[in-house]
């Protein structure tokens, strides 16, 4: 009963849809999409359900990191639109009832940032501190070991001023010294912009990076490094990471946003679960939703599955609310880690777990990864290292609309090259077929927006073993359903325990499953799942 009267805020309620600005839709036939193709795409945002939107960065960027490289904070690129076509996509989100989510990104700047071009000038410039800038170690070369994301040292000497500064990612991307106040007001100032104009909230990018340790200790190696890991992963990176100090940081921006109503804050983070907890902070007052990314890290397989949703429901903190991610533009797709069908499973997965789902574009049509040539690759992290097959383009290839030229996303060439599978797989020859995965997707998000068990209702385990997860959804005084899947592709039976739990098949990833009563031994074919309203 006394979960039936809590109030749920917007960001718990919804479902979250990533989209990645240049690949979505474009309006101007230069073949990267923009703005005004996005409010082009409102309606079958709204069709399918999803009640918010994040948008990854769509400021001014010289681009070498496709616009995680922002040299004007509180602009719009000229590639995606201006100010204007900004303020008309946010009224036009806000007047369907949506909400907008932007990429803010604090821990770096472009180098073409005037702040960095300031601060390279001289050494006595009033920006220098404003970035981490240091003297050659004894031997002449870098301050410490620390290594960049992308590749080779994270340092980069500058001959003008005769030091290094330190870049996580990119030596386009330095970092920002976050120990300094005025950097700290600065981008605290940034969010106040937004939100002045009514964003109603941030996903904060690499929020973990954001402070480093003050005395440069070096990293250690990594026991577990193997060769075809990305070059980074050689060392821990336990000093130029998750410093104690970034709880203040993420303190003060939880309280610029507090000082609005109901705006919110996700904050990337790659981090063991445990580790990952604290970022909700003390009392709550942290990041809203620390993305949850073990869907996307952990072998596709039932026990480890079930055994990590069940970690992460017990160690969350009382007013943590959890959240669960399939898909980013930074990782493989999911139809192309575990297959078309298992995919299925996967989106009846994300769609009935307890917390605020993140879909990301074309996962609900079941895009995969397009293999793109090596002449046509763009990705930065895919340059620098050539031999390790990360580029992070095959994830990010333009949406597929419709069987048209280029899929119906642009006039233009588009830049970079669509799925062959497009005529098949778009939006627009799913709508209608009733086994499409954009059938699946709507159907899961309209369920899960009506049935408060689902949206906000308790979470149980119920049985798993080596293919199967089961689980139940619902607090006291609410229609309860059971959720059963198989995460192999090998048939499965289980036998329900309780002689009380039996139900009917209200939705299945295999729709002829439907209206079929459930009770005593569960039995299900490979690659399916099904969602049990429980009498
Ligand atoms: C995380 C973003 O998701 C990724 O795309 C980007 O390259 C790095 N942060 C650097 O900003």
Known sequence: MEDQQKKYLWWQEGVVYQIYPRSYQDSNGDGIGDLP???????YLQWLGVTAVWLSPIYPSPMADFGYDISDYQGIHPLFGNLD????????????GMKLILDLVPNHTSDQHPWFLESRSSRDNSKRHWYLWHDAGPDGGPPNNWLSVFGGSGWEWDETTGQYYYHAFLKEQPDL???NPEVQKAMLDVMRFWLDKGVDGFRVDVMWHMIKDDGLRDNPPNPDYLPHMSTYEQLLPVYSTDQPEVHDLILKMREVLDSYPERMMIGEIYLPIRQLMTYYGVDGRGAHLPFNFQLLQLPWEAPRIAASVDQYEGLLPDHGWPNWVLGNHDQPRITSRVGCEQARVAALLLLTLRGTPTVYYGDEIGMRDVPIPFAEVQDPQG????????????????MQWDAGPN??????????????GFARENVKAQTDDPYSMLTLYRRLITLRQQEPALMTGAYAPVYSDQQVMAYLRGSEGQQRFLIVLNLSHRPAYFNLKDPDMQGTVELATAPEREGMTVGGAVSLAGDEAIIVRLN
């Open 37 to 43: 193709g996005i409010l082009q795409r409102l309606d």
């Open 85 to 96: 076509d900004f303020d008309a996509l946010l009224r036009e989100i806000h007047n369907r």
């Open 177 to 179: 010294n976050w120990r």
């Open 383 to 398: 340059l620098n290292m050539p031999d390790k097959n990360l580029s992070r383009d095959p994830a990010r290839t333009p």
């Open 407 to 420: 899929a119906g996303f642009t006039t233009g060439k588009p830049w970079l090259r669509l799925g062959a």
